[in-house]
């Protein structure tokens, strides 16, 4: 009986099935019947990309026999990229000779891997200033582009295998040019230049409090003169003439990359610059040494667009631009249509400026051009912020891609996109307008994308945090994906402000990712125009825009889901927060009179360049309470200000509304600007550029209480950095102390940040305590100091306190009271403790509850070891009466009645404010069960 062959079955597979250079191929064969003296082989013809071939024989070996059949191995290979390999299966029995068929694959990687850099700074100038001197408010344009726009391109010239995007957005490109070309300074760097003999009082102050703004343990520790001077000020020691030109230099020094510390570097214009020998000398700098310093940071700013022209022109880097001043493009077509979901967010008065998003992107079309020679074929909208109704905005401007992320696919189309599946995400698209246009769309992975961003950092092994990267590609999505010559993922995030975290500025990493990439046969790397032209030289098969995908209904959200929110992208962090409407109703009344007065960009130009620079996100980002940094007010006074120029620029005087501050008064606790005293209203953050926790009270008797801090800022911040923010405090408090314990992995336990120390900071006006009632039993939760006034923690902003009428006090008095007196009933008999402070419910004149107050009740009684459980008839029955007690007390704080649950140790938390998204006990992105929510949840105890 002649024998039948089979292979590339279920049950005789080829593996790999697709495979790589360098790799060998295992066959399984099955033939039929068993029979004695049957054998197998291939013969095998390669066909090399420069046409040549090869040709090859190779026996099979019996394996094992399964019911009536046989399976065969046979092994071959390996192979190199771009080989096209063809083998016939035959075989022999006694009956006589078979052919099991002819089989091909084509040698390639399994994944095409995108990775763009987003480089970005918005407007620091003030737009009214009448010489570049010292128009610039903030440094980060000119320290970035030391540390990292330049280095971030040019060590890609040691690894030519790399393909990569560079994002270079046009606002940073104008501020750069402004710095290299029209003699722009900012306030450090005016600084920097005067002589420290000549700083006057209030400059020195100034210079002390900021020429520290850099990475602790990257930055400032590991350059010994720079620590010494961190410690004199942590320790309030007077400082010299001398001291103050060494922290002039070591402030700027710490910024340059460490190709510019430790040697010369060759620039593309030339120039060779280097500050090494500032670096060795390491103290005693003259004035004139520090002005050659900062000449050299002029020629490094000089050549950032060269580096990258030389590249693109290369064929190694994409520039790719964003439109103009960075705006949210979504929220300029249409706030109405914004997407916003966190709890007590509203939309503000309609902004509708369709025309004003078509402009920010065309322009940013036009200024690429002029600088690169060509138009951009590709576009990072703003925070990867996108939406149906902006698609035809890029194809109009002749753009070819554009990018966002992931969960904005998962939310697009009517019943939205499967992103775990690596064959839905790892592809380009086809997003389409009504008229028929179209761009590529490409959807970020936002893991991969954090760990470089956030977690790598921490691990001293650059190597193995690379490998790692590499491996989760393969693992995640090259040995998943179908089509792997079709299939393609896209890492995007900030290229600037991550590395400063990193040991040596990232170098290490980059050089270690970088040579991992280039060497793995499985991953090719490549610019998104690339994949989509397609680039025989490299093996990269095109892939028009009409055979892509089209996606449906694309989503209008950014790559970030708000803080606070509901699961899922959206547009939260710019708008649906009082200081962000407040934003935005300034920004339409301003852009209304430009309308009403006629103005026109060929007429009022400056006009309309300071309105789009107010159109920009980074504003937006700042206000509100879902993020924070320690120039919240710098931020405030920069939006109000363009507002201001537009007015003057179309012969207006400014309204007095843009004299008044959208963020309200915070003061700032840091290591360098420590602050001495603060008045009881007051709301004090304690920032440190370390993680860690915050341990405080409020009186020397007081318990300790112990805080996370939280990080500042998210990806917009310059420099890593943590907080928490306290108060404002009770009318008696006279003194807050408080310790930082530093978490940094990096920490040495040495390190200024390390130690521990005490601080106090003094209350002035504070009152006398007033007499305070008995309270029931139970563990202290509220210390003697702290519980005159029943704060937890400040969740919005300061507002007037309204006291309450003397009738509502006493009527309302009773209704609190008779909630109490059930409550104590229900202590009574089923012997629980409880800890709600009747004589300081606010319902005296003196002591009204504050809008913006955290009022935390608190309930419990024994569960053993046990947290509190769903259907407990007792938990229930305690909420019962904290609700009737909550619900007593909110009317005069003008709030609606909201209500949260979180479970602490064997406490319930009755939180009036958050619901449902309590930190503790409602974790809604929690894996650990079907419904998203921790074993120990009471969401079922939630009152409706």
């Not at 003008?894 to 949260?900: N, V």
Request: proline share 7%; charged share 25%.
């Amino acid at each position: 009986m002649t024998m039948v062959i089979w292979h590339l079955t279920p049950d005789t597979p080829r593996f790999p099935f697709f495979v790589s250079a360098g790799q060998n191929v295992n066959l399984q064969v099955g033939t039929w019947p068993i029979e004695a003296g049957q054998r197998i082989w291939i013969d095998y013809r390669v066909e090399h990309p420069d046409r040549t071939e090869d040709a090859g024989h190779v026996e099979g070996t019996w394996n094992v026999n399964r019911k009536a059949n046989s399976y065969w191995f046979l092994n071959f290979g390996t192979f190199a990229d771009g080989d096209r390999v063809e083998y016939r299966l035959r075989g022999s029995s006694p009956a006589g000779a078979s052919d099991g068929g002819t089989f091909s694959f084509l040698v390639a990687p399994k994944i095409h891997l995108a990775i763009l850099w987003h480089q970005h700074q918005p407007v620091y100038k003030d737009l009214q200033a009448k010489r570049p001197q010292g128009s610039y408010r903030f440094p980060w344009v000119r320290l970035h582009a030391i540390r990292d726009y330049y280095a971030m391109a040019a060590l890609l010239e040691q690894h030519p295998e790399v393909h990569l995007t560079i994002n270079l957005t046009p606002v940073l490109l104008q501020q750069l040019e402004d710095y290299a070309e029209r003699g722009a300074t900012d306030r450090a760097l005016e600084l920097t230049l005067t002589p420290a003999a000549r700083l006057s009082a209030a400059q020195r102050e100034e210079l002390l409090a900021t020429f520290y703004e850099a990475e602790w343990h990257t930055q400032i520790f590991p350059w010994p003169r720079y620590r010494a001077l961190f410690e004199q000020r942590q320790n309030s020691r007077s400082f010299t003439v001398q001291d103050l030109a060494d922290l002039q230099m070591w402030f700027n020094l710490s910024w340059f990359g460490p190709e510019f510390q430790e040697g010369p570097v060759a620039l593309p214009d030339g120039e060779v610059a280097s500050v090494a020998s500032f670096v060795t000398q390491g103290s005693e700098y003259s004035s004139d040494q520090i002005a050659q310093m900062v000449g050299e940071q002029l020629k490094i700013m000089r050549n950032v667009v060269a580096i990258h022209r030389r590249l693109q022109d290369r064929g190694q880097i994409e520039i790719s631009t964003t439109p103009f001043y960075h705006p949210i493009l979504p929220l300029l077509v249409d706030t109405d249509q914004a997407t916003i979901d966190r709890e007590g967010a509203t939309h503000p008065r309609r902004f509708h400026r369709p025309e004003d998003a078509k402009a920010q992107v065309q322009q940013a079309v036009t200024f690429y051009e002029e600088r690169f020679g060509h138009p951009p074929a590709g576009m990072w909208p703003a925070e990867g912020a996108v939406g149906q109704s902006v698609v035809s905005l890029f194809a109009e401007a002749g753009l070819h891609w554009i990018a966002t992320d992931r969960g904005v696919l998962e939310r697009s189309g009517r019943y939205g996109y499967n992103i775990q599946d690596p064959n839905v995400l790892c592809r380009a698209y086809r997003a389409e307008d009504e008229a028929g246009r179209a761009v590529a769309i490409f959807f970020r992975d936002t893991v991969l994308s954090d760990k470089i961003g956030f977690h790598y950092q921490y691990n001293s092994d650059p190597r193995q945090v690379a490998e790692e990267f590499v491996r989760e590609v393969k693992v995640r999505f090259a040995w998943q994906v179908k089509d792997p010559p079709n299939r393609i993922v896209s890492v995007i995030l900030d290229g600037e402000n991550a590395w400063g975290a990193y040991p040596h500025q990232a170098r290490p990493f980059l050089h270690a990712l970088y040579t991992a990439l280039a060497a793995d046969p499985e991953i090719r790397t490549v610019t998104f125009r690339e994949y989509l032209e397609g680039r025989a030289a490299r093996r990269v098969p095109p892939h028009p825009l009409p055979e892509l995908t089209k996606v449906h209904e694309l989503f209008r959200a950014s790559w970030i889901d708000e803080s606070g929110s509901k699961p899922g992208n959206d547009l939260g962090t710019w708008i649906g927060e009082a200081e962000e409407n407040q934003a935005w109703d300034l920004l339409r009344e301003t852009r209304d009179l430009v309308d009403r007065v006629k103005a026109n960009p060929e007429r009022h130009r400056k006009a309309f360049d300071a309105l789009y620079a107010a159109e920009g996100s980074d504003w937006f980002w700042w206000f509100g309470e879902d993020q924070a940094s320690d120039s919240d007010a710098e931020f405030d006074d920069l939006f109000r200000d363009h507002l201001k120029t537009v007015y003057r620029a179309i012969g207006r005087n400014p309204p007095v509304t843009l004299d008044q501050s959208i963020v309200p008064h915070t003061l700032i606790w840091t290591f360098v600007r420590p602050l001495t005293s603060i008045r009881p209203e007051d709301r004090l953050t304690i920032r440190t550029n370390c993680p860690g926790r915050v341990s405080w009270r409020t009186e020397p008797d007081d318990q300790w209480r112990t805080l996370e801090m939280i990080p500042a800022g998210g990806v917009m911040a310059a420099i890593h950095r943590y907080g928490v923010t306290l108060g404002p405090f009770a009318p008696a408090t006279r003194q807050i102390e408080f310790r930082f314990q530093c978490a940094h992995p990096a920490c040495c336990g040495t390190d200024p940040c390390c130690r521990f120390e005490l601080r106090r900071i003094e209350v002035t006006g504070a009152q006398a305590p007033r007499g305070r009632s008995g309270r029931s039993g139970g563990r202290a939760r509220q210390s003697a100091s702290t519980a005159e006034w029943p704060v937890s923690k400040v969740l919005e902003k300061n507002s007037e306190r309204q006291p309450v009428p003397q009738d509502e006090q006493q009527r309302e008095q009773a209704t609190g009271t008779a909630a109490m007196a059930g409550l104590n009933a229900f202590v009574r008999e089923h012997r629980v403790c409880w800890e709600v402070l009747p004589e300081l419910l606010p319902v005296s004149e003196t002591q009204p509850l504050q809008i913006g107050f955290n009022l935390e009740l608190y309930g419990a009684h024994a569960h053993g070891t046990e947290p509190p459980r769903p259907g407990c008839g007792q938990c229930r029955t305690i909420l019962g009466h904290l609700r009737e007690i909550a619900e007593w007390i909110l009317p005069k704080a003008g709030r609606p009645s909201r209500y949260d649950l979180s479970v602490s140790d064997n406490v319930i938390l009755y939180d009036p404010v958050r619901r449902n998204r309590s930190e503790d006990g409602h974790d809604q992105d929690s894996p650990s069960s079907p419904t998203g929510c921790p074993s120990g949840c009471l969401r079922s105890l939630l009152p409706p």
